[in-house]
């Protein structure tokens, strides 16, 4: 989501006419606002958006970009306004072709967390996953690619939209490759922790505690390997890291229960008195939409590492990071 909402920007700045960087930003900011609105979990577009934007500024305070304004300045004094029509156009362009590197350099981070990640598989290992994170898959289809010898646990969502679901595609890709999965339902993950090497998971959104955003559940296998001593590995893009101090659940911002009411009417936590009508969570099938985009938040202290394209990082690194990335 985050990289198709930057395209969808950077399409935006293609065929729209602001003529000056001020309305530009302006622009980007106006339909970031429009985009963060018509999701449920804002977070991961969040985080994406943010970054894209902070980037274009940061690239408008290069060196090349400056010289071009000084240059623009000295020709509109000699030239009159088109000299600023053109310098505008050049700038713009500046502006066009470090978004379209930003995006391709978002698309690169999959391959590049597979390559570090690839050696947290080892011959020998199961590793316990959910949620088909497309990360998680690039990889353990790196390392089935490599010939390690591993099997593979998968938690299935008890959603009913889940439960009717044909095979996962993670399931399909890695059997395709000879690699062993079983999948399990939720209530099985604790029964089954003993006979794990490893839980490795993806993330929606990095928060600035160290703390992820992910998938309803994770906090519970983060909670589960925590009691049985197992590696918790969160693999996970840089540009998902967002600028949100969450404590709790309940500070997430947005109604992570796939409900904008949260833990009330529809949400999560649906309490009620009277016998009839549907269930939150789509047991009755009416709200299964909303059950598989809920999401929790896991705190620092249930992760062991973090790992980016950049590399391995603990939770309490990614201030850091964000420093790096923001400043």
Same mark, same amino acid.
């Given at each position: 989501m985050p990289v198709a909402a930057i395209e969808a920007l950077i399409l935006l700045l293609t065929h729209s006419p602001p003529s000056t960087i001020s309305e530009?930003?302006?622009?980007?900011?106006?339909?970031?606002?429009?985009?963060?609105?018509?999701?449920?979990?804002?977070?991961?577009?969040?985080?994406?958006?943010?970054?894209?934007?902070?980037?274009?500024?940061?690239?408008?305070?290069?060196?090349?970009?400056?010289?071009?304004?000084?240059?623009?300045?000295?020709?509109?004094?000699?030239?009159?306004?088109?000299?600023?029509?053109?310098?505008?156009?050049?700038i713009r362009a500046h502006l066009m072709t470090n978004g379209r590197l930003f995006v391709k350099r978002a698309k690169e981070a999959r391959g590049k967390i597979a390559a570090v990640a690839r050696r947290f598989v080892r011959d020998g @290992?199961?590793?316990?996953?959910?949620?088909?994170?497309?990360?998680?898959?690039?990889?353990? @289809?790196?390392?089935?690619?490599?010939?390690?010898?591993?099997?593979?646990?998968?938690?299935?969502?008890?959603?009913?939209?889940?439960?009717?679901?044909? @095979?996962?595609?993670?399931?399909?890709?890695?059997?395709?490759?000879g690699v062993p999965v079983a999948i399990i339902p939720e209530g099985a993950v604790a029964y089954s922790m003993s006979q794990i090497s490893t839980v490795?998971?993806?993330?929606?959104?990095?928060?600035?505690n160290g703390g992820i955003i992910s998938r309803m559940g994770t906090y519970q296998l983060g909670l589960l390997a925590r009691s049985g001593g197992k590696p918790?590995?969160?693999?996970?893009?840089?540009?998902?890291?967002?600028?949100?101090?969450?404590?709790?659940?309940?500070?997430?911002?947005?109604?992570?229960?796939?409900?904008?009411?949260?833990?009330?009417?529809?949400? @999560?936590?649906?309490?009620?008195?009277?016998?009839?009508?549907?269930?939150?969570?789509?047991?009755?099938?009416?709200s299964s939409a909303d059950e598989e985009e809920a999401v929790d938040f896991t705190p620092p202290e249930l992760i062991t590492a973090l790992i980016t394209e950049s590399g391995v990082h603990t939770p309490s690194a990614v201030s850091e990071e964000l420093i790096k990335i923001w400043y």
């Amino acid at each position: 989501m985050p990289v198709a909402a930057i395209e969808a920007l950077i399409l935006l700045l293609t065929h729209s006419p602001p003529s000056t960087i001020s309305e530009t930003l302006s622009l980007l900011a106006t339909h970031t606002a429009h985009l963060k609105r018509s999701v449920r979990n804002p977070i991961p577009l969040s985080a994406g958006t943010d970054l894209f934007q902070r980037y274009l500024i940061s690239s408008l305070q290069s060196p090349s970009s400056v010289a071009s304004q000084r240059s623009g300045k000295h020709g509109r004094s000699g030239a009159g306004t088109g000299a600023g029509k053109d310098d505008f156009r050049a700038i713009r362009a500046h502006l066009m072709t470090n978004g379209r590197l930003f995006v391709k350099r978002a698309k690169e981070a999959r391959g590049k967390i597979a390559a570090v990640a690839r050696r947290f598989v080892r011959d020998g @290992t199961t590793v316990l996953t959910s949620g088909g994170s497309r990360v998680v898959s690039a990889v353990l @289809t790196a390392a089935a690619e490599e010939a390690v010898r591993f099997c593979v646990v998968y938690v299935r969502s008890s959603s009913p939209a889940a439960a009717a679901a044909i @095979t996962p595609p993670l399931v399909s890709t890695l059997r395709s490759l000879g690699v062993p999965v079983a999948i399990i339902p939720e209530g099985a993950v604790a029964y089954s922790m003993s006979q794990i090497s490893t839980v490795m998971v993806g993330a929606e959104g990095v928060v600035e505690n160290g703390g992820i955003i992910s998938r309803m559940g994770t906090y519970q296998l983060g909670l589960l390997a925590r009691s049985g001593g197992k590696p918790f590995y969160v693999v996970v893009e840089s540009h998902k890291f967002v600028r949100l101090y969450p404590i709790g659940q309940g500070d997430l911002g947005f109604g992570s229960g796939g409900s904008d009411k949260g833990a009330g009417p529809g949400g @999560t936590l649906d309490f009620r008195t009277d016998a009839g009508g549907p269930e939150a969570g789509g047991r009755d099938g009416s709200s299964s939409a909303d059950e598989e985009e809920a999401v929790d938040f896991t705190p620092p202290e249930l992760i062991t590492a973090l790992i980016t394209e950049s590399g391995v990082h603990t939770p309490s690194a990614v201030s850091e990071e964000l420093i790096k990335i923001w400043y």
